[in-house]
């Protein structure tokens, strides 16, 4: 069932450089509307990674380095880590260095898997669900898409947003395709392992899982 999300993954996100208008890429920015926050951030990781195309062919970990700089500062990944241990443990038992070491490795974790991800370019079209600035006490939102594959189904996708405690920044912290929530498998996958190893152990075999070369998934036999 990942391999499956993996693919649906890399099929919207490779399509939103072909329906947003070009932003600067000079510096991190923050967002009150996220619905302009994913157009930013779609628009400037897609532009890179069809810029720089001839260096990714040449050496794919080119991938890993546009992940961290362009799509990183726009996840929750300390949010999405902590959702990711549920109910393993009690947070407020957790020692902070090891929920940071964590958090840390979790997210290099990811980093890899989606730069193997974004291997697969290709040139298809996303709609995205017209939406209107969240009223003040929304936390959370979901930004509903849909994404056309010539001579394939439609592929329906859903972003899950969190605004933060003390601004108004949103950030992307999960990702639904056709039910399947990246979290919720991730947390499916761990939770036993953090239960039975700690989250020391389990922070090791993700760090290790994270220096894999960057390679395109399996595809489903």
Same mark, same amino acid.
Not at 62 to 69: K, Y
Not at 100 to 116: I, S, W
């Given at each position: 069932m990942?391999k499956?999300l993996?693919?649906?993954i890399?099929?919207?996100?490779?399509s939103?450089a072909?329906?947003?208008?070009?932003?600067?890429?000079t510096?991190?920015q923050?967002?009150?509307?996220?619905?302009?926050m994913?157009?930013?951030?779609?628009?400037?990781?897609? @532009?890179?990674?069809?810029?720089? @195309?001839a260096e990714i062919?040449k050496?794919p970990?080119?991938?890993r380095?546009?992940v &961290?700089e362009?799509?990183?500062?726009?996840?929750?990944s300390? !949010?999405?880590s902590r !959702?990711?241990?549920? &109910?393993?443990?009690?947070?407020?038992?957790?020692?902070?260095?090891?929920?940071a070491n964590?958090e840390?490795?979790?997210?290099?974790?990811?980093?890899g898997t989606y730069a193997g991800?974004?291997?697969?370019?290709r040139?298809?079209?996303?709609?995205?669900?017209?939406g209107?600035k969240?009223?003040a006490?929304?936390?959370?939102?979901t930004?509903?898409?849909?994404?056309?594959?010539?001579?394939?189904?439609?592929?329906?996708?859903e972003f899950k947003l969190?605004?933060?405690?003390?601004?108004?920044?949103?950030?992307? !912290?999960?990702?639904?395709a056709e039910?399947?929530?990246? /979290?919720?498998?991730k947390?499916?996958?761990?939770? &036993?392992?953090?239960?039975?190893?700690?989250?020391?152990?389990?922070a090791? /075999?993700?760090?290790?899982k994270a220096k894999?070369?960057i390679?395109a998934?399996?595809?489903?036999?």
């Amino acid at each position: 069932m990942m391999k499956k999300l993996f693919g649906f993954i890399a099929a919207l996100a490779l399509s939103f450089a072909q329906v947003v208008q070009a932003a600067d890429s000079t510096a991190t920015q923050t967002f009150d509307d996220p619905y302009k926050m994913m157009e930013f951030l779609a628009d400037k990781t897609f @532009q890179r990674i069809a810029r720089e @195309q001839a260096e990714i062919k040449k050496n794919p970990e080119v991938l890993r380095t546009i992940v &961290n700089e362009e799509l990183v500062p726009y996840i929750d990944s300390g !949010y999405a880590s902590r !959702y990711v241990i549920g &109910n393993a443990l009690k947070l407020n038992t957790v020692d902070k260095t090891e929920l940071a070491n964590f958090e840390v490795a979790f997210r290099d974790y990811m980093v890899g898997t989606y730069a193997g991800v974004f291997t697969q370019y290709r040139d298809q079209k996303v709609i995205i669900e017209p939406g209107q600035k969240p009223e003040a006490n929304k936390k959370i939102i979901t930004i509903k898409t849909r994404v056309i594959d010539p001579g394939k189904p439609d592929i329906n996708i859903e972003f899950k947003l969190k605004k933060g405690k003390n601004n108004n920044n949103w950030l992307v !912290y999960d990702m639904v395709a056709e039910g399947i929530s990246l /979290l919720d498998s991730k947390r499916s996958e761990l939770g &036993n392992l953090i239960k039975q190893q700690g989250l020391n152990s389990v922070a090791g /075999l993700l760090k290790e899982k994270a220096k894999a070369p960057i390679k395109a998934p399996e595809k489903n036999k």
